[in-house]
Nanobody, 115 residues
Framework: VQLVESGGGLVQAGGSLRLSCAAS????????MAWYRQAPGKQRELVAA????????NYADSVKGRFTISRDNAKNTMYLTMDSLKPEDTAVYYC?????????WGQGTQVTVSS
């Protein structure tokens, strides 16, 4: 399984970005996918998760109402639409795919929000 994130960049506070995570390889039976982020000097934290076919989603309290996680099963791609971005959202964003007992990570994409 390979995961490739894209869509990061530099944006002003209040702006929007959409991250993509394209999965390839044998992903049949995926249990869940998620977005994590890691800011400098901080631990990696869960941002949002989507379970199986997309029927259930979870969000960190800090992003509820601003971020939306979605998944296009036909394209094997997961998205994170980020609105009303804040400087504290600045981090490297990683996607995670859970298949059985295995977790697969992407390489990360940098999101920088300027004040």
């Amino acid at each position: 399984v390979q995961l490739v994130e894209s869509g990061g960049g530099l944006v002003q506070a209040g702006g929007s970005l959409r991250l993509s995570c394209a999965a390839s390889g044998s992903t049949f039976g995926t249990n869940a996918m998620a977005w994590y982020r890691q800011a400098p000097g901080k631990q990696r934290e869960l941002v949002a998760a989507i379970i199986k076919g997309g029927g259930s989603t979870n969000y960190a309290d800090s992003v509820k109402g601003r971020f939306t996680i979605s998944r296009d099963n036909a394209k094997n791609t997961m998205y994170l639409t980020m609105d009303s971005l804040k400087p504290e959202d600045t981090a490297v964003y990683y996607c995670l795919l859970v298949l059985g007992s295995e977790g697969y990570w992407g390489q990360g994409t940098q999101v920088t929000v300027s004040s």
